[in-house]
């Protein structure tokens, strides 16, 4: 199993569901999901399907990707467009950040935090 969990059932789902697709949104799906993958995250990373979409979660939902989202609040690459893979990573980043930062704030059984987040660079750093 590897760091993303592509080795094990819930990244075969993921596999799956990008599958399902041809040519074009096929190629993009598979570059989204190698650009999330390529941002150099602490831990282990949960890639699976939530709400019918692929999912990475580390201390909750991370970010989810799909063919078309509709959804109040998602952002949205058309598809008459490169993806603009420098944008997704800094938002893998910062929603890495904002899980962490809440986790931080409630340190398991009085626990001290064990990651910090640069905020100018968004890259982790092990306290």
């Known amino acids: 199993m ?4 592509g080795m094990g059932t819930r990244g075969r789902e993921i596999n799956d569901y990008i599958g399902q697709f041809s040519g074009l949104v096929k190629k993009r799906l598979e570059l989204m999901r190698k650009t999330i ?3 150099q995250l602490p831990g282990t990373i949960e890639s699976t399907l939530a709400y019918q979409m692929p999912t990475y ?3 909750g939902n991370l970010v ?3 063919k078309y989202v509709w959804a109040k609040g998602s952002v ?3 598809h008459t467009q490169p993806l603009p893979v420098d944008l997704i990573k800094k938002i893998v980043r910062f ?3 904002e899980n962490i930062s809440r986790t931080m704030a409630k340190p398991p059984c009085g626990g001290q935090p064990y990651l910090k987040i640069d905020r100018l660079s968004l890259k982790p750093a092990l306290v």
């Open 57 to 59: 979660k580390l201390n």
């Open 2 to 5: 590897g760091k993303f969990g």
């Open 76 to 78: 949205q690459f058309p």
């Open 64 to 66: 989810h990707f799909e």
């Open 95 to 97: 929603r890495l950040q």
């Open 37 to 39: 993958e390529a941002v």
